[in-house]
């Protein structure tokens, strides 16, 4: 029973990177809300590529607070080229991500952009945006 997870995520893999194309994707800085979808330009044009924002979760410690850890605000992302998925999370300060499908580019989070921790321990803001970039090889 445990192959059939492994294998499924290999062939996923492969697929991925079976899509990739030599066409680089241009530098660029991209703000989205959770739950919003960026189509990246397509190479060849047959394929759809896609990059949904999925939403944040926000471990750090309110400003009214005293924690033993800091925490970490991380972002949840999913890749899809035509009908296969790759999630990946962004977090502030550790490497950004790469995949085959994005044809060698770089996606960081914009260090200017860190959002407010929470106000009270049990609040959590309405929404939290994101801006990255993404960088070509």
């Not at 990246?40 to 047959?46: E, G, R, V, W």
């Not at 896609?50 to 972002?75: F, H, K, M, V």
Request: proline share 9%; with cysteine; hydrophobic share 40%.
């Amino acid at each position: 029973m445990r192959t059939l997870p492994c294998v499924l995520s290999i062939a996923a893999a492969g697929l991925l990177s079976a899509c990739a194309t030599h066409e680089q994707l241009p530098d660029a800085q991209y703000t989205l809300a959770e739950r919003q979808t960026l189509s990246l330009p397509p190479q060849p044009i047959d394929q759809r590529l896609s990059l949904t924002y999925e939403g944040a979760d926000d471990s750090r410690c309110p400003d009214n607070a005293r924690c033993i850890w800091a925490g970490q605000l991380a972002y949840r992302f999913t890749l899809r080229i035509n009908n296969v998925a790759q999630g990946f999370w962004l977090v502030q300060g550790k490497p950004g991500y790469t995949s085959p499908a994005l044809r060698g580019a770089r996606i960081e989070l914009d260090p200017s952009f860190v959002p407010q921790p929470r106000g009270m321990a049990d609040s959590r803001p309405a929404a939290y945006p994101v801006v990255f970039n993404m960088y070509g090889s």
